[in-house]
């Protein structure tokens, strides 16, 4: 199994940028896929993630100006990042788990498969 982020860089403040993460060795539509990020001096911290069943679920700081997807065609994962701010700066990681339920979605532990991150870097 293969997850592998990118698609970040650097913008300003108020600006969108599009993570991917392209999956190798399992289906996305079978595994709940999750967006988790760490900035610096922080833990690591649950962003978003899409079930199996479509469900989509967001940090309260992140509703409304992130949107999670996904094309299990091309067993690619999206997270759409609209209005960035500063505290949006972090290495963004992309995770599958195969057995996540709603209780667990958000935390990292449910997580089995881990890409590398990339990096998100929010000038004020």
């Known amino acids: 199994v293969q997850l592998q982020a990118f698609g970040g860089g650097l913008v300003q403040t108020g600006g969108s940028l599009r993570l991917s993460c392209a999956v190798s060795g399992i289906g996305t539509g079978n595994y709940a896929m999750g967006w988790f990020r760490q900035a610096p001096g922080k833990e690591r911290e649950f962003v978003s993630a899409i079930r199996w069943t479509s469900t989509t679920h967001y940090k309260d700081s992140v509703k409304g100006r992130f949107t999670i997807s996904r094309d299990s065609a091309k067993s690619t994962v999206y997270l759409q990042m609209n209005s960035l701010k500063p505290e949006d700066t972090a290495v963004y990681y992309c995770?599958?788990?195969?057995?996540?339920?709603?209780?667990?979605?958000?935390?990292?532990?449910?997580?089995?498969?881990w890409g590398q991150g990339t990096l998100v870097t929010v000038s004020s």
């Open positions: 995770a599958a788990s195969a057995g996540a339920i709603l209780s667990t979605v958000g935390s990292s532990t449910a997580y089995g498969h």
